[in-house]
């Protein structure tokens, strides 16, 4: 996993997590501690299992971040891996298991210059189709009575600033 703190507010970041198996996980870290895994962000990710064990390769756009306007940036930063069957955690920035901190921990990255926060704007068509197959009607054999549903939507995030993001349907 890696995690930005791209305010560099020691509060708030972002997690971009990939297991060997190549599933994505993202979070939204606040309050230092507090998850939002419900955020959705839109990046990609590669995993390969090879005979030394396994790597992964993430890509995250700088529009899934949210950081200020500046020519000159400082993070945060921490990057972790997981090892299951042994309850292993190995951390890039030193982390005590017993801290009662987790964003306010990281390390810090320097040298990000000369980028600005996107024109964030995101719309993600769908479509639905399925079948009612418990109705009412099913409890009387003289009516025959399956629906099909169906619908298409859209789902649309605008960003609004470097810290507000408007999510409508």
């Not at 198996?21 to 939002?36: H, I, K, M, P, T």
């Not at 030193?94 to 990255?109: F, H, K, R």
């Not at 996107?118 to 009612?132: K, M, Q, S």
């Amino acid at each position: 996993a890696v995690e930005i703190d791209s305010y560099h507010d020691r509060r708030t970041s972002f997690e971009f997590a990939v297991n060997a198996a190549g599933v994505q996980r993202d979070v939204l870290r606040f309050n230092d501690v507090e998850q939002d895994p419900s955020w959705d962000a839109v990046w990609e990710s590669g995993a390969r299992v090879d005979a030394q064990g396994w790597s992964a390769e993430l890509r995250v756009p700088y529009s899934q971040l949210r950081f200020p306007r500046s020519s000159d940036h400082i993070w945060g930063l921490q990057v972790w891996r997981r090892v299951q069957r042994t309850r292993e955690l190995t951390t890039w920035s030193p982390w005590p298991m017993e801290a009662g901190q987790v964003v306010s921990l990281y390390g810090t990255l320097k040298g990000i210059r000369d980028i600005g926060p996107a024109r964030r704007i995101e719309l993600l068509p769908y479509a639905v189709l399925g079948a009612d197959l418990y109705s009412p009607e099913d409890l009387d054999p003289l009516l025959d009575g399956h629906d099909a549903v169906t619908g298409l939507g859209l789902d649309a995030k605008i960003g609004l600033g470097s810290n507000f993001t408007m999510s409508g349907t």
